[in-house]
């Protein structure tokens, strides 16, 4: 399983590096696995760009989602 670890990444740059991994990775191993940290902020984020983009949280524990469609 693919996965993107968000430790690092500005939150400004955060929506469109998700988005990007999210659209190169999740169809061809329909499950990825994103790292936010204890950051709300960035799991906001990231949940508005799974909303956006019509996927869905599979998995979700503290700091860690499992994302697919």
């Not at 988005?19 to 999740?26: A, G, H, P, S, V």
């Not at 956006?52 to 524990?61: A, M, P, R, S, Y």
């Not at 700091?63 to 697919?68: S, V």
């Amino acid at each position: 399983m693919k996965t993107l670890d968000l430790h690092g990444i500005k939150h400004s740059n955060a929506p469109e590096v998700i988005e990007e991994f999210l659209l190169q990775n999740i169809y061809p191993f329909e499950s990825v696995n994103v790292i936010t940290g204890n950051s709300s902020k960035m799991l906001d984020m990231l949940k508005m760009v799974v909303e956006k983009n019509g996927f869905v949280i599979e998995f979700e524990t503290q700091g860690r989602l499992i994302i697919g469609y």
